[in-house]
């Protein structure tokens, strides 16, 4: 037999009729998250590429201070002038 504590306990425990959500307010909330998580998709995306592009053109930059490394080299060589790091 339940007795008024459990009563009580029951009450606290179970939702009220005013804190559920009716099928329409959770589709429009539902609409709303997907619409949100497409922009958050779009906006990640535009990032990767934005750093994808920069990556890219942070290799070409390390390669071509490779190659102008390589050639003071030669130059020095040929001039007979000696380098120091």
Do not use: C
């Amino acid at each position: 037999m339940l007795d008024d504590k459990d009563i009580k306990k029951l009450i606290e425990v179970f939702p009220i009729k005013e804190e559920i959500v009716s099928k329409e307010e959770f589709e429009n909330f539902r609409g709303e998250i997907r619409k949100e998580f497409s922009n958050l998709h779009t906006a990640i995306d535009a990032y990767a590429k934005k750093s994808d592009t920069y990556f890219q053109e942070m290799l070409m930059l390390a390669r071509k201070v490779d190659r102008h490394e390589k050639w003071i080299k030669q130059i020095a060589e040929k001039l007979g002038v000696k380098l120091e790091h």
